[in-house]
């Protein structure tokens, strides 16, 4: 019998889970609520972004000066 190296791929095919289907569902709401901190980061990574952008090339894009067109509000 021949021995295998540890650094071979060994592939596998998952082909049935078996868990109960509430347990799904609790699975389900559990994994829905943790992507609310993480949804709430890459919101404010993407608006960081935007916004530095805008600083960058708001005047190419026609940006500049859009919240004092008619002078400054009182």
């Not at 389900?28 to 600083?55: D, E, N």
Request: hydrophobic letters at 60%; aromatic letters at 14%.
């Amino acid at each position: 019998m021949e021995t295998k190296n540890s650094n071979e791929d060994r592939r596998v095919i998952v082909t049935d889970i078996r868990m109960p289907f509430w347990s799904m569902v609790t699975f389900m709401v559990k994994w829905s609520f943790a992507s609310i901190p993480a949804l709430i980061i890459l919101s404010f990574v993407i608006g960081l972004i935007m916004a530095v952008l805008t600083a960058l090339f708001g005047a190419m894009w026609g940006f500049h000066g859009l919240m004092f067109r008619n002078g400054p509000a009182i």
